[in-house]
């Protein structure tokens, strides 16, 4: 099995308030061993004119510290077709797999704003890495109806990349905001660590453990917020699974949509039941049976 691997050193700034490297910043770690591989590859196109992420999937195994030495990230093309390809990532620190990811992207052609066709040389380059793709479990299907929570997210200039729109690894850090104001509202308990209202949080953290995204259009920076949906899929014993999307309020386009799913930990690191209040607060955004989209 053929893989490129990648040392990334990791910085304090990395982490949140609960002490290790934010899921946000895991999934731009996969991005940095992406980039190094193309750049320093026989066809770095792939990297200096553009290829788009359409689809991401992440599962977290175990966080990663910051006294645990770099993050050594192992990079493979799991598939090859004639415009599109996905790269798995497993990130290892200190022996131990702590996340496993993959994404899917194609070449794109931005001055004209349409996605292109592999090379030959850009598929011989991505099969030097071919390695076979792992299985991933399915989550529950994307509906959002009245029971959603709609709040409003205001875009910064600096998460625009080199190639004018928002990086794909922002857009996580946009899903995150989204997630914890919801959250917080369907069930004060949930206020995260450094809140001001966190007076009633529970004890413990609140830990992605999974998270599938789905790119469908660009997202453009604009002086004006973009509507943020976030709905509950389903509740578990000690995890929930949410739903969100990012719309155009203009249109009411759906340009990314993302399921996530949150786990419940207590001091020890290890899942810990929902309190029975939380569970219910929850359970009352669930999609009407029928109803959605």
Known sequence: M???????????????????VNNVV??????????????????????????????QRSEFLRPMMLDG??????????????????????????????????????PFDFPHQRVRKLTAGERDALATISAPDDPWSPLPAMRLDEHAVETAFQPRWSDQDRYGHVNNVRTLDWLQEARVEATTAMAPQM?????????????????VARQDTEYRHQLRWQSSPYLMRTGVLRVGASSTTLGCAIID???????????????????????EPLPADVREQLRSYLPTPGDGA
């Not at 053929?2 to 290790?20: E, K, V």
């Not at 990079?75 to 415009?83: D, E, K, N, P, R």
């Not at 809140?195 to 830990?207: F, I, K, N």
Request: aromatic share 4%.
């Open 191 to 207: 206020a995260r660590a450094g809140m001001v209202d966190a007076a009633q949080r529970l004890p413990g953290s609140w830990v």
């Open 69 to 106: 030495g770099p993050v050594e990230v192992e990079l493979s093309t799991t598939s090859i077709g004639a415009a599109r390809f996905i790269m798995s990532y497993r990130m290892v620190q200190r022996g131990e797999l702590c996340v496993r990811a993959a994404t899917s992207m194609c």
């Open 249 to 271: 309020p203009d249109d009411r386009t759906a340009h990314v949509r993302a399921r996530t799913v949150l786990v419940h930990a207590g001091a020890n690191g290890r899942p």
């Open 2 to 20: 053929a893989s490129f691997h990648a040392t990334i050193p990791l910085r304090w700034s990395d982490l949140d308030p609960q002490g290790h």
């Open 26 to 55: 895991v999934l731009d770690l996969a991005q940095e061993a992406r980039a190094r591989f193309m750049a320093g590859g026989s066809h770095p196109e792939l990297l200096l004119h553009g290829s788009v992420v359409v689809k």
